[in-house]
């Protein structure tokens, strides 16, 4: 499965991005899908997720309530809506897949395939 993201860019804080990433497989609706992120000299860390099976979105404590994730089976393709941005929501944003189950969603070891990232940058 290749995984291709898209839209990220410099937003001030308050403003607003979407990113894409469009799978290649046509299995796209068999994989849980998620969103992770990776700031400057910090480690990888798990932004949200939504299940294959439910649609059942997932978010980590500091985006929820501004990020929302949502995915199109027919696009084959995963978005995540930023809105709020902060300066501390800059980083590379990675989507992945993977079969994962529940208690691994946070996971990022649990997901087997990974795009090339995109970078979103806050100013303040």
């Known amino acids: 499965v290749q995984l291709q993201a898209s839209g990220g860019g410099l937003v001030q804080a308050g403003g607003s991005l979407k990113l894409s990433c469009v799978a290649s497989?046509?299995?796209?609706?068999?994989?849980?899908m998620a969103w992770f992120r990776q700031a400057p000299d910090k480690e990888r860390e798990f932004v949200t997720a939504?299940?294959?099976?439910?649609?059942?979105?997932y978010y980590a404590d500091s985006v929820k309530g501004r990020f929302t994730i949502s995915r199109d089976n027919a696009k084959n393709t995963v978005y995540l809506q930023m809105n709020s941005l902060k300066p501390e929501d800059t980083a590379v944003y990675y989507c992945a897949v993977g079969e994962v189950i529940l208690s691994n969603l946070r996971n990022s070891d649990a997901y087997r395939y990974w795009g090339q990232g995109t970078l979103v940058t806050v100013s303040s």
């Open positions: 939504v299940r294959r099976s439910s649609s059942t979105p």
């Open positions: 497989a046509r299995t796209f609706r068999w994989y849980d």
